[in-house]
């Protein structure tokens, strides 16, 4: 069972920057596949971003160029820097782990972006 921990949302302007963070419970963090996904309003939820175990990356088209996924082995982490925001990236945006074949799931953080 792995538990995770996600924080940094919240209300920010239409170019504006926020970082989520996501800790992860467990003694083999830097075995997992981490993502972040996301889901906005009347939308299905979608990969954001995914970081794998030797820190190759894959990101949405959408999100090219503006967000950065990362991760600390050392503090169990994964962090979404998100840059240049728009009214459209409005969404619930949530951490996942994928161990083997399980994925797991934390609880969800609200972005906004509007002026």
């Known amino acids: 069972q792995v538990q995770l921990v996600e924080s940094g949302g919240g209300l920010v302007q239409p170019g504006g920057s926020l970082r989520l963070s996501c800790t992860a419970s467990?003694?083999?963090?830097?075995?997992?596949?981490m993502g972040w996904y996301r889901q906005g309003p009347g939308k299905e939820r979608e990969l954001v971003a995914r970081?794998?175990?030797?820190?190759?990356?894959m990101y949405a088209n959408s999100v090219k160029g503006r967000f950065t996924i990362s991760r600390d082995n050392a503090k169990n982490t994964v962090y979404l820097q998100m840059s240049s925001l728009k009214p459209e990236d409005t969404a619930v945006y949530y951490c996942?782990?994928?161990?083997?074949?399980?994925?797991?799931w934390g609880q969800g953080t609200q972005v906004t972006v509007s002026s």
């Open positions: 996942n782990a994928r161990v083997v074949a399980f994925d797991y």
């Open positions: 970081i794998f175990s030797g820190s190759t990356t």
């Open positions: 467990g003694s083999r963090f830097s075995s997992y596949a």
